[in-house]
């Protein structure tokens, strides 16, 4: 055993980095976490209305997309967490699962049923802790808060009374057993403070002696001998490279730009594009990369007629789920948002006052890919997500557009509403519409699929149905890129279930 080995290695203190650490040292195993951000002392983090002014800053990866071609060949800001709780510690946090049947796909497309909705509903549960305790859909003793909404702020009261006053169905819950209609979110918080995956799972046991954390640590590649991962290689800031060895597994960890990133680099990958960048190839895996997908989202923003109060709570209060025009699939696959603060669209006036209500698709065709940009380690990939290049994502956002003005255009927001000054009264048919929803879409922070997992005859599984990366013995990956398809729910959620059903999977349980 080498000085500074463990009996795990795992890339990546995000949402499932975080759950896997915890269980694997509650299991009795020493555990290496290695991230490339900071410690999570910053305020802001733990304020549940801190996340817009983490969004840029230095705990931010700060990628932006590729040119899109189907969007005016803007390049999309793509924010994600670096620092520890990764991504769960600057997200919205909203807490939704999906549909069941989005996990039934996955138990079909890998040919496992363990991840069948029936399977890990299970997982959710030992996760949560809810506010209501424990019952049919929730757990009641999990490491993860999850609270209720606190008082909601009128807005979000008004864009609940709106969807009512449209006909959709008022939900109490969008993790029961109806999903399709408008109501309050829950969220990762408690007590009024952001409840990241890190600080819910690992730091109730940060002072365990068999945990090692080392942060500021940006993971160059694995270290692959005879087949085997049996470390990584990393730097510190500097140019000096530092080794870690695992005994037992390495878990890559490092979300769905992270972990791909970190696989090309070490020569594992499509042998073609590792060619072009003068790495040798280690395993020849041409799905690495591939099936980047992401929900979308775009801002239809109004005026208000004064100043709104700030709020308490996570500045994402309300939500709708919906389906398109024509749309028969079981999960819904339009989620519009409310947002009592403007949120920009790209090229539009932003008003000094005024709330949103944003158009959003989560079931998208669209598929892109993840390439490196050179075989310097910190240089960010290019991501090419390709939006809206399937006629249907586009169809269906102008659908939500459409859903989201009669919502705002309703008596409910009469007291508030000065203008719609996004799209904006011009905007007033459907190709008009289709122009808007090409200048302004957007992310909704739910990119997933690069690694995706897959039954033995995908030739583009990245991952088995175990997670293990084909061809390498002792590595696995577990996040949201392992996804093959985006759940209709808000990912965190998903992605700390990934984080359970891995720790079971490495623990043969
Ligand atoms: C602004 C924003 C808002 C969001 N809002 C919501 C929401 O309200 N609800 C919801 O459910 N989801 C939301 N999401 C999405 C959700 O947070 C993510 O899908 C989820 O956190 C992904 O988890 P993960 O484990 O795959 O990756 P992450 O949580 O992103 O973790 C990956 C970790 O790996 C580290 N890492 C990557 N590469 C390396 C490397 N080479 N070396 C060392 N470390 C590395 C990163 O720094 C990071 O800490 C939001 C995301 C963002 C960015």
Redesign the pocket.
Known sequence: MSTNSTDYIV????????VIARRLLDAGHTVHV????PVDTDPAIHSPQG??T??GGSQ??GLFTTPQKHANDRRIF???????????????????RGHSSDYDGWAAATGDTGWSWENVLPLFKRSESHELGANEFHGGDGPLPVSIMGTPHPLAAAFVDAAVEHGHKLIDDFNADEMVGAGY?H??TRDGERMS??KSFVGPVLDNPDLTVTTG????KVVVENGRAVGIE?SLGGFELERAFADREVI????????P??LL?SGIGPSAHLGELGIDTVVDLPGVGENLHDHLLLSNIYESLEPLAAGTN?L?EAQLYARSNGWAGAAPDLQPLFMHIPYPADGYPVPENGYTIAPGIVAPRSRGTLRLASSD?SELPLADPNILADPYDLEAMVDAVEICREIGASDAFAPWRKAEVVPGPSARTRDDLRAYVRQTAG??????GTCKMGAESDVDAVVGADLRVRGIEGLRV????IMPAVPS????????M??ERASDLILGR
């Open positions: 890339v990546g203190a995000g949402s499932a980095g975080s290695i991230e490339a951000g996340w817009p983490l969004l931010d990866w793509w924010p994600r967490g670096r620092v520890l709780g990764g991504s769960s510690s600057l997200n919205g946090m909203i807490y939704v979110n969220t990762t995956a890190w640590a940006l993971v160059h990393y890559l960890c490092g979300g769905a730009l992270g972990s990133k970190a680099l996570n994402l380690p992310t909704y922070h739910h990119q997933v577990a996040d949201a890129s729910g808000n990912t965190n959620a998903p992605s700390i990934v984080g």
